[in-house]
């Protein structure tokens, strides 16, 4: 098992310029979710998604976008990008279940600069 | 929504001590708190996690509490040893919807701990 494996591990992109984050997971999890993470303020929560199909706004959602088309992939788009998001982005899955939540399953993130 | 905040941002303890790190959270409907670890340049881990029915939970040396009508829960590491060197991080989640089981998993800033040999 891959878990969930996140493409680039690194990017360098310029003021303006669009990309998608890759993010996919192959153990049938329903439950996925997007978080950026810089110095001193922890992990935020961009988007999420509960299933194919749905998705939902966390934190910080604005100038990133997010579908679900399938099960095991959930893409993150930097429209146009700004400095303020340059971060290392992780994404996560889980089971659905139980009260709550489940254990989330992170990937390796993607360390993000924009010029 | 969700707030959850976490102290210390530092902790610095001898080898063997022990190290306690406390978050508070807004949402009285949260009811799902894992703890995560976070080696440098590594992914967070899952170490330990309690839900609201459980006033307190403990695995080998890492345990934690919740106090539900003070809405902090706390992780307690004790016998610390140098590899307990991380970035630890609490989270609480809500049900949302309210009838379903998953939700938003909001994180604390995190806590830099340093066991020192």
């Known amino acids: 098992n891959a878990g969930v494996t996140q493409t680039p591990k690194f990017q360098v992109l310029k003021t303006g310029q669009s990309m998608t984050l890759q993010c996919a997971q192959d153990m049938n999890h329903e439950y996925m979710s997007w978080y950026r993470q810089d110095p001193g303020m922890g992990l935020r929560l961009i988007h999420y998604?509960?299933?194919?199909?749905?998705?939902d706004q966390g934190e910080v959602p604005n100038g990133y976008n997010v579908s679900r088309s399938t099960t095991e992939d959930f893409p993150l788009r930097l429209l146009s990008a700004a400095p303020s998001q340059t971060s290392v982005y992780f994404c996560?899955?889980?089971?659905?279940?139980?009260?709550?939540?489940?254990?989330?399953?992170f990937g390796d993130g993607t360390r993000l600069s924009i010029l | 929504g969700e707030n959850v905040e976490q102290h210390p941002s530092t902790l610095s303890v001898q080898e063997g001590d022990s190290a306690v790190i406390k978050c508070t959270y807004s949402?009285?409907?949260?009811?799902?708190f894992p703890w995560y670890k976070q080696e440098l340049g590594k992914r967070p881990q899952l170490i330990i996690d309690i839900r609201s029915n459980v006033g307190e939970k403990k695995d080998q040396r890492i345990a934690v509490t919740l106090n539900k009508t003070a809405k902090h829960f706390s992780l307690h590491i004790t016998e610390t040893q140098p590899e307990d060197s991380a970035v630890y991080f609490c989270a609480a989640s809500t049900q949302d919807p309210p009838s379903s089981n998953t939700g938003k998993l909001i994180f604390g800033q995190g806590t830099t701990l340093q066991v020192k040999p």
């Open positions: 996560a899955s889980s089971s659905t279940g139980g009260v709550g939540g489940q254990p989330q399953h």
């Open positions: 949402d009285s409907a949260s009811n799902y």
């Open positions: 998604s509960v299933g194919a199909g749905i998705t």
